[in-house]
C-alpha cells in the first residue's frame, strides 16, 4: 500500500545546528513528493517539490529512490524555522496527495 | 482574494447529529479535498474531486459524504457524527488535476470538530 512515514514526532535542535527532518514512502508508480510547513497560526503551505530541485529558506531535500526517502534538510537552523512539517506523496496514477504524520520542529535558542 | 474559506471554524455536535462543513475557493481551481488532521496521524485524505460533478474516496471516506455541484464549492457532509468524527478538517484546493503541473496545494485555515 501507498504510504508516507516520518518516524520523528518531535525534532528539538539548537539554532545554527543542523536539521533533518525524515522521509520515507512505499509507491510502486513513480513518486512525485513534497515537502509542507505549517508554522503557528498560519496555514498549511508548500515548501518545496522534489521536481523542482530548488532550495527554499535554505532547506533542501533530495530524492533517493533507491532508498525510497525524501528526506529535508538544512545546514543551519533558525529559530523561525519552528514549525510542523509533513512530506507528502502524489500519485501518478490517481489524482491523490497523501500526508505523512509530521513532525514538529522546534528549534531552540 | 479569499482563496480558500471553510466555515464553520469551530463546532460541537452530540453523538448522531448531522452538519456540513463548508468549503468554498474563489481560484477557479479544478481540484478539491477534505483531510482530517489528527494527533500522531497526520494528514488523512477523506474525499476529493477533480472538478464539478466528480468525486472519488480517499483514505479514510467512511462516515463523510460530498457533492460538486459547482466549481467554487466541496461541503463536507456527516450524516450521523461519531466521537472518532472528534478532529481538524482541512480544505485545500489545486490548479489542475491534484496541482497535476505543480503539486501545490493550497488550504483553507481548518475547521475544529468535537463531537461529543
Known amino acids: 500500500a501507498q504510504r508516507v512515514t516520518q518516524p520523528e514526532k518531535l525534532l528539538s535542535v539548537f539554532k545554527g545546528a543542523p536539521v533533518e527532518l525524515k522521509c520515507n514512502y512505499s509507491?510502486?508508480?513513480?513518486?512525485?513528493l513534497f515537502w509542507y510547513v505549517q508554522y503557528s497560526r498560519q496555514r498549511l503551505q508548500l515548501l518545496l517539490r522534489?521536481?523542482s530541485r530548488e532550495s527554499i529558506k535554505g532547506f533542501t531535500a533530495d530524492l533517493n529512490k533507491g532508498e525510497t526517502s525524501f528526506h529535508l534538510k538544512k545546514p543551519f537552523a533558525q529559530e523561525e524555522d519552528s514549525a510542523m512539517y509533513y512530506c507528502?506523496?502524489?500519485?501518478?496514477?490517481?489524482?491523490?496527495?497523501?500526508f505523512g504524520s509530521g513532525t514538529r520542529l522546534s528549534i531552540r535558542p | 482574494n479569499a482563496g480558500v474559506t471553510q466555515t464553520p471554524k469551530f463546532q460541537v455536535l452530540k453523538t448522531g447529529q448531522s452538519m456540513t462543513l463548508q468549503c468554498a475557493q474563489d481560484?477557479?481551481?479544478?481540484?478539491m479535498s477534505w483531510y482530517r488532521q489528527d494527533p500522531g496521524m497526520g494528514l488523512r485524505l477523506i474525499h476529493y474531486?477533480?472538478?464539478?460533478?466528480?468525486?472519488d474516496q480517499g483514505e479514510v471516506p467512511n462516515g463523510y459524504n460530498v457533492s460538486r455541484s459547482t466549481t467554487e464549492d466541496f461541503p463536507l457532509r456527516l450524516l450521523s457524527a461519531a466521537p472518532s468524527q472528534t478532529s481538524v478538517y482541512f480544505c485545500?484546493?489545486?490548479?489542475?488535476?491534484?496541482?497535476?503541473?505543480?503539486?501545490?496545494?493550497?488550504f483553507g485555515e481548518g475547521s475544529r470538530l468535537t463531537v461529543l
Open positions: 481560484m477557479n481551481h479544478e481540484y
Open positions: 522534489h521536481i
Open positions: 509507491y510502486s508508480g513513480s513518486p512525485e
Open positions: 507528502a506523496l502524489k500519485y501518478s496514477s490517481a489524482s491523490k496527495i497523501i
Open positions: 485545500a484546493s489545486s490548479k489542475g488535476v491534484a496541482g497535476a503541473r505543480t503539486g501545490e496545494l493550497f
Open positions: 474531486s477533480v472538478g464539478a460533478g466528480i468525486t
